[in-house]
């Protein structure tokens, strides 16, 4: 099940500095997914998305808005 997978890599994100910045500086949702992915987890972007403003473990989720560039 894609949640059990997606708070397990929230677990392992509580304890890893280096993982955090990394997420941290990822552009969107499916960034982090694809980070996951890449550590063997199976989640998506929009999953991730839905855990917005909630805490898992010491792991608050939280939605960056950026403001787009525009030319």
């Known amino acids: 099940m894609a949640l059990d997978q ?3 890599f ?3 994100v509580q ?3 280096a993982l ?3 997420i941290s500086a990822a552009a969107t949702a499916d960034d982090v997914a694809q980070i996951g992915a890449g550590l063997g987890y ?4 929009d999953e991730l998305l839905r855990l917005s403003g909630k805490r898992v473990g010491r ?10 560039e525009y030319n």
């Open 59 to 68: 792991v608050t989720v939280r939605k960056n808005d950026l403001p787009g």
């Open 42 to 45: 199976s989640f998506s972007g």
């Open 6 to 8: 997606l708070k397990a």
């Open 15 to 17: 304890d890893d500095p």
């Open 10 to 12: 929230l677990a392992v």
């Open 20 to 22: 955090r910045q990394a």
